[in-house]
């Protein structure tokens, strides 16, 4: 629930979904526009496929959804790693293209997450 809400008031606040997601408490300084669409979201979300399916088949549903989704950024951040370390402006005093750091580690997490990736989205494809 944190991490969506927060995620949806940062990508709100840079204007990539309405505006309103930006919106803090005055006093707390909470997202409370995020925090309570992510509530609904949920809410919605759990309630539409528990009433529709068993609550396990529920559950494994949502589960594949969200190994989907961030398996897909983990990989996606690790090559942006490469590319951002490789890029020109990083270069320079003190700063030097170390391959084991900015190119190996960065594709050995890819290549560790690819399976699981398309393990879980061939799972979610087969059962339909």
Do not use: D, E
Request: charged share 5%.
């Amino acid at each position: 629930m944190n991490v969506a809400s927060r995620t949806a008031f940062a990508v709100g606040r840079i204007g990539a979904f309405p505006h309103l997601l930006a919106r803090v408490h005055r006093r707390h300084q909470s997202p409370v526009a995020a925090i309570f669409a992510t509530f609904v979201l949920t809410v919605a979300i759990t309630l539409g496929l528990g009433l529709a399916y068993n609550p396990t088949n529920a559950f494994a549903m949502v589960g594949t959804g969200i190994v989907i989704v961030l398996v897909a950024v983990y990989i996606v951040v690790n090559a942006a790693c490469i590319g951002y370390s490789a890029s020109p402006s990083r270069q320079g005093p003190g700063r030097r293209w170390n391959p084991l750091l900015h190119l190996i580690i960065p594709l050995a997490a890819i290549a560790a997450f690819v399976p699981a990736w398309l393990t879980s989205a061939r799972g979610s494809w087969s059962s339909g």
